[in-house]
């Protein structure tokens, strides 16, 4: 009975909104579906938040007690734990190795391995075998999408697992680009043989972020020498991998890449060519000083914002006047502030030519020099 | 029993230290900010000084050279810990001399064994990179 009362009901409201004009009909089902939509939508939101604090307080309880887990068999230098036993203490203080239990272990993991310098992996590997890491991170790999297979890399490469290099090679050609190029980078970390082969026939370009990705790698590596960039910037066709050596031959203080980053300088990229004086200037080359002074005036003007600034770091002593001369030549605002950054900064007459400067100048000149001379402005 | 202040952002590094250092009788005193580091020195009582360049609010750098300004730490052994192979960094810490430089991933039996050292003899500058 009180089903066909509910049914009545229902009938009476259909029977209303038939009654009702076409149009009003179309507003109310319309009104009704947003309810509903909005409805579903405050609930999956919900569910995520519910979801996403449950996982929160998961970790915050489950951290510390692998924490200590990771300390007493990583560190314990007296006692030797087999497989059996770190499993048994595993699983009796975090419960089941669940894969989302084996995801927060395989970060904790990474953070100890990133923090951490063992004298023996083999303790590392013991723990790893025993609660079955590797296969977890290989399953990621295997039957997943292409966001996991790029986390899994990212684990095995941060884990410096030694079998990691023959399962990443499959990736190294993949036909997605990004799991391809996070492949090639992780390989560079993990390979004992030759972990730059990819540099030499890449055609993809290295956006900034796998060069960052890449330098992240480069810093992490192991049992391996940094080579030495140049060969790069002579014989590579792939600009991203000139410009990232450019880089790296800088950050690494290369110096032996400086004549070859001169032959380079021919380069008609005048992006790369700016990369090349900018190079050139953080590996101190002020024996060409007077030749970078000479190809001034014929370069573009990020090449000479580069030359100028280098001549700035050189601060040899000889080429304050070149610096004052190209001040008053130069028409564009940006590279008058590079000069007289330079300027300023060059040496002790540096401060009294800018001085100079500043009396002589008028109006917006003299604002940017006033600009360029206030120290509380940090990125000019 | 030692007592260690560690000043460092890095909640997994000071955590896990402080586990280890606990295995072996040493007390550790944490500091997470740069602004509150100055406070700690001055005010807490400590045996050595290990020092992160991760640290919110002021640079490793900065640290080193507060902690060798104040009169209360400055004869106390530091270790300065880089957060990576940058050697433009290396070169700027080997300037302010701290007493001992560790770069991440470090090696914390190491480490430990630095700090025996120092103790006995302060005046040593110790460069384990």
């Known amino acids: 009975m009180q089903i066909l009362g509910i049914f009545n009901v229902f009938y009476t409201y259909y029977a209303k909104i038939t009654s009702f004009p076409f149009i009003i009909q179309l507003c109310i089902i319309f009104i009704l579906g947003c309810f509903i939509a909005f409805s579903i939508f405050l609930a999956a939101l919900s569910y995520i938040r519910y979801l996403f604090n449950k996982k929160v307080r998961k970790e915050n309880k489950l951290s510390p007690v692998i924490d200590e887990l990771l300390v007493k068999f990583l560190f314990d230098e007296e006692s030797k734990y087999s497989e059996f036993e770190i499993y048994n203490e595993f699983t009796s203080k975090i419960g089941k190795l669940s894969k989302s239990n084996l995801n927060l272990i395989t970060d904790r993991f990474i953070k100890c391995k990133n923090s951490f310098n063992f004298k023996s992996d083999q303790r590392f590997l013991t723990i790893i075998n025993a609660i079955g890491l590797e296969k977890h991170i290989d399953n990621k790999l295997d039957f997943s999408s292409a966001f996991n297979k790029m986390k899994g890399i990212q684990e095995l490469s941060n884990l410096s697992i030694s079998t990691s290099e023959s399962k990443i090679i499959p990736y190294t050609y993949s036909g997605n680009n990004q799991l391809k190029k996070e492949a090639r980078n992780s390989y560079v970390r993990l390979s004992k043989n030759d972990p730059f082969k990819y540099f030499e026939d890449s055609n993809e370009q290295l956006n900034e972020w796998d060069q960052i990705n890449l330098l992240k790698n480069l810093m992490n590596i192991e049992n391996t020498i940094v080579p030495n960039f140049s060969k790069w910037i002579a014989y590579s066709k792939n600009d991203s991998i000139i410009s990232f050596s450019l880089k790296m031959c800088a950050f690494f203080k290369q110096q032996e890449s400086i004549p070859t980053i001169i032959e380079f300088l021919k380069t008609e990229n005048h992006n790369l060519r700016a990369e090349a004086f900018k190079t050139l200037g953080e590996l101190g080359a002020g024996e060409y000083e007077n030749m970078m002074k000479e190809m001034y005036p014929n370069q573009p003007e990020n090449c000479q914002k580069e030359i100028i600034r280098s001549i700035g770091k050189f601060n040899s002593g000889l080429s304050l006047d070149f610096l004052s001369a190209q001040y008053s030549l130069s028409n564009e605002t940006d590279t008058k502030k590079v000069i007289a950054e330079s300027i300023l900064n060059y040496e002790n007459k540096g401060n009294e030519t800018f001085s100079i400067l500043m009396n002589s100048e008028k109006d917006f000149s003299r604002l940017i020099l006033q600009h360029i001379a206030n120290p509380l402005i940090k990125f000019k | ?129």
């Open chain 2, 1 to 129: 029993m030692n007592t260690a202040l560690i000043i460092d952002s890095d909640l997994f590094f000071t955590n896990t230290v402080k586990l280890f250092f606990s295995q072996k009788n040493i007390d550790t005193i944490i500091c997470h900010d740069g602004m509150h580091a100055l406070d700690y020195l001055n005010n807490k009582e400590y045996d050595f000084i290990i020092c992160s360049d991760q640290i919110e609010h002021k640079n490793g750098l900065e640290m080193a050279t507060l902690v060798k300004g104040i009169a209360k730490s400055k004869n106390i052994p530091y270790i300065s810990i880089i957060g990576n192979n940058n050697p433009t960094m290396k070169k700027e810490y080997e300037k302010i001399e701290p007493d001992a430089i560790f770069t991440k991933p470090v090696d914390i039996q190491l480490m430990l064994t630095t700090i025996s050292n120092l103790q006995l003899n302060t005046s040593s500058f110790v460069r384990v990179l």
